[in-house]
């Protein structure tokens, strides 16, 4: 990044307000960078966000020429920041790529309608092509009727479920070769330390992989990978972008949050901890005793599945029959499948399961 002690301390300034920036020795600084704590100034701060993400997307190769690409976009910070630094790299550099904009639905009065206007804005401001999709077209539930039967407890497990086959779903109707996500340093510290929690290792041996999905219908890349969010929140607040900040009203007491406020704590204390607990989650060697589960299909909808029936079928199995509960926790993927009175009883929900007005997708 160009910036050196000897620098910083040629300039001596009398007051921090004065400083100038350390990496062009300039301009004044503007801010200090939270991965590095250096003290840049804005050009600068956009130029080194910038080639981060290209260096991450270089070194990963994580896009060939003529590749369509689905960015999964919410409206919030991360999503936004991704959508602009990407169509500006695509220009920039050339990578040739076709680029969308991806949105779920998920059918939360009050929150995705409001963001779901952001992305809107964006396709013009950005010249990128949107495609919506939702829960109620995909599923025949939203995010409403489904806190209504299971309650604010495990929602979150139905919604993350959902949307994850819900974006394969959307980006096989804009044929896309990949989608991209927004998920950011500070996501991927999270959830390896969640997966430690949990005791999750089929999760925790390919939560820092930069690209995952590739056995499955479209594989998902992370350039912001190494990105913290509170670049992300600069970057977006500096370069004034629309993005939509409120959170979800049905996540406040999720499990993800604890570990959210810990990773935070730590970043206040070392800001390499972040980049620390990745690298951490990259040298997790897997026992070779360990079994780990097969991957296969999804004998309903054919969907990618370790178990008989993938857990969205489950879970929207126990929601049309009435039990929203029979697919939360450890249970086997296939329990409860073989009630065929208790299914034809609801067929008319049911066979919305994984066909949705756009028809059925072979994964």
């Known amino acids: 990044m160009g910036s050196s002690v000897a620098d910083g301390a040629k300039l001596q300034p009398s007051r921090a307000g004065s400083r100038l920036c350390v990496l062009c020795g300039e301009r004044k600084a503007a801010l200090k960078r939270p991965k590095t704590l250096e003290q840049i100034c804005r050009e600068c701060f956009y130029i080194v966000f910038e080639d981060e993400i290209h260096q991450t997307i270089v070194d990963n190769s994580l896009f060939k020429g003529g ?41 939360i009065t009050g929150y995705r309608d409001d963001s779901l206007e952001t992305v809107k804005r964006n396709e013009i401001q950005y010249g990128l092509p949107l495609k919506i999709v939702s829960y109620k077209d995909l599923y025949g539930w939203t995010m409403d009727d489904i806190v209504k039967a299971i309650g604010l407890k495990n929602n979150c497990t139905f919604c993350g479920v959902f949307r994850r086959q819900a974006l394969d779903r959307g980006a096989a109707l804009l044929k896309a070769d990949k989608i991209v996500t927004g998920h950011n340093a500070d996501d991927i510290a999270e959830t390896v330390l969640l997966n430690i929690l949990r005791g999750d290792i089929a999760r925790l041996s390919r939560c820092t992989f930069i690209t995952t999905g590739e056995d499955g219908p479209i594989p998902r890349c992370k350039p912001f990978k190494y990105t913290y969010e509170k670049e992300i929140v600069m970057y977006a607040y500096f370069k004034k972008l629309d993005y939509f900040s409120t959170e979800c009203i049905y996540s406040p007491n999720a499990y993800r949050g604890f570990a959210r406020e810990f990773i935070k704590d730590l970043e206040r204390m070392r800001p390499r901890a972040i980049l620390d607990i990745i690298k951490s989650g990259e040298n997790f060697r897997i026992s070779t005793t360990t079994k780990m589960p097969e991957q296969g299909k999804c004998e309903r909808c054919g969907y990618i599945s370790s178990q008989r029936l993938c857990k969205a079928c489950v879970l929207l199995d126990g929601l049309n029959r009435g039990l929203p509960k029979l697919g939360i926790g450890r249970t086997n993927a296939g329990s409860g499948a073989g009630d065929s009175k208790e299914r034809a009883k609801h067929s008319e929900r049911n066979t919305s399961s994984l066909q949705g007005k756009h028809g059925n997708f072979d994964f």
């Open 67 to 107: 590749e369509r690409v689905a960015i999964g976009a919410s409206g919030g910070k991360d999503s936004t920041v991704l959508a602009y630094v990407l169509s500006e790299l695509n220009r920039r550099h050339n990578y040739g790529l076709d680029l969308f904009l991806l949105s779920v639905d998920e059918g």
